[in-house]
């Protein structure tokens, strides 16, 4: 049976592994090959790296990491954040990542999602989503790796996501803004109406804690993996502890 | 030493940096005569069947990988190209393991691609030597081949299809073992030591 996955999401600022609390005061949580190694030993699904300045800054960064990153490790990755062009996404492809993930350059400018598709095939494509609830609507956020730049988009998330899809994602990844950081667990409801317009896997992002909003957001929204970072960096769950705590209350993970 | 067909798909530097992981001197290549003398060939792929046999077709490549004696690995889309025929794009392919590759279409509300780790019930051969049963592997597709008589190992999405698959020196597999953990890196390292 397909395995629900956990995924452990590295956000990456100048070569350094960062945190911060709903996308702001970054700490530094260390290394990457170290990290991206110790999430490998310990059970990890796939791991995604986020370069999170990359996006706003609109310059190009140095992705030498994403080679050395692919000859460590023996787990599929994703890479995202500063990826503009078909070059761009080719260049890492190439070094040896497994999928590009794109956001605001999809904003911008949608056809970009069906160059990657037609080029790569849309199982590289992932489409990261910043979404936000607002009075009762699910809102795509825009440039939001820097605080001071982050807009509120024209697209509702459940259209955007739709047409994500139609135009060649792969698999999308929806980060839930209110939840981003606080750990009170993942936005159920949204993720659950997300989920329930798609056909391509669906990642939840934003809001784990504990070891039960696992459990809770593979449950109750049926997505296909669930992403998160400082629980996994500061040690408070440990990997392998949450795969076993998961396979205790049945739902299928690879242990 | 292993040759590796550079065929172009985004999967190929994780092929090689896999065979680095296990001390197997690897190295790329798209000349026909290189390929023929390899002493054991791997053929990666990721994108579409169209696309892949195009490109074997302009590279001059697909008599010359149909007339080799010596092991051979698909991987992913690879696996694929050594059917007959694929529903992706309508197209013949290499014709060394009769059949066609079909869509996926599971009965259930399940996600297309058929994307993350999923287990794979194996059967005796020696590309699986030390894999458990029950292993499992990372996939992704949107195609697939129907369990036939050369199936390996077979894997579930609502329905059976081929995860591994073996005629004479032709092997293959869905699923990608340069990012199947452990059990990737063992069938991998099988496939550079076994004997025809």
Redesign the interface.
């Known amino acids: ?5 956990i995924i452990p999401c590295l956000d990456v600022k100048d070569g350094r592994v960062v945190k911060g609390v709903q996308f702001r005061n970054h700490r530094d949580m260390g290394d990457i090959l170290d990290l991206a190694q110790r999430y ?1 030993d310990e059970g990890a ?2 791991l995604v790296f986020y370069d999170i300045t990359a996006s706003s800054d609109g310059r190009t960064v140095d992705k030498s990491w994403v ?1 050395k990153v ?3 490790i ?3 990755f994703c890479v995202a954040g500063g990826i503009r062009n078909v070059d761009d996404a080719r260049k890492i ?4 990542a ?1 999928k590009i993930s794109v956001n605001s350059p999809a904003l911008e400018r949608p056809d970009f999602i069906t160059e990657l598709a037609n080029t ?5 494509v992932v489409v990261g989503v910043d979404s936000r609830q607002e009075n009762g609507n699910y809102i795509v956020y825009q440039y939001t790796g820097d605080e001071t730049k982050t807009i509120k988009s024209k697209h509702e998330t459940l259209t955007w996501v739709q047409r994500v899809q139609d135009l060649g994602a ?2 999308i990844v929806l980060n839930c803004m209110n939840q981003d950081g606080v750990r009170q667990g993942y936005d159920l409801n949204q993720l659950k109406a997300v989920r329930e317009v ?5 990642i939840a992002s934003g809001g784990a804690g504990e070891e039960n909003h696992f459990k809770d957001v593979f449950e109750k929204t ?1 997505v ?2 669930a992403l998160a970072a400082s629980v996994f960096h500061s040690g408070q769950i440990p990997i392998l502890d949450l795969k076993c705590y998961l396979k205790s209350q049945n739902i299928q993970v ?1 242990l | 030493m292993i040759t590796v067909v550079d065929s172009g798909g ?5 092929v090689m ?2 065979l ?2 296990l001390d197997v001197a690897a190295s790329l290549s798209v000349n026909a005569d290189e390929i023929f003398n390899a002493e054991r060939v791997i053929l990666p792929g ?3 069947a169209e696309a892949a046999m195009k490109q074997l077709q302009k590279l001059n490549l697909i008599e010359c990988i149909q007339s080799l004696t010596q092991p051979v690995l698909g991987i992913c889309l690879g696996m694929q190209l050594l059917f007959s025929y694929s529903e992706e794009g309508d197209v013949d392919m290499l014709d060394i393991i009769p059949g066609q590759v079909k869509h996926l279409k599971p009965a259930s ?11 794979v019930s194996v059967q005796f051969h020696p590309l699986l030597n030390e894999v458990p049963e029950e292993s ?1 592997f ?5 195609y697939y081949a129907p369990e036939c008589d050369y199936t390996i190992g077979t894997c ?2 609502d329905d059976p299809f081929s995860a591994i698959v073996a005629k004479d020196n032709f092997m293959g597999c869905q699923f ?1 073992p ?5 059990v ?2 063992q069938i991998l390292k099988n496939f550079t030591e076994i004997k025809l």
């Open positions: 049976m397909l395995t629900k996955r490998t699904d796939e080679r692919a000859q460590i023996d787990i599929p492809l190439n070094d040896g497994d790569f095939g849309r199982q590289c792969g698999e798609l056909t391509v896997p669906l049926g296909d993996g690879r | 985004a999967n190929i530097a994780s940096f896999a680095e992981r990721v994108g579409t509300n399940k996600t297309i691609p058929h994307m993350g780790w999923n287990n499992f990372y996939f992704v597709h949107s579930n999405y990608h340069e990012r199947s953990g452990k990737g890196a």
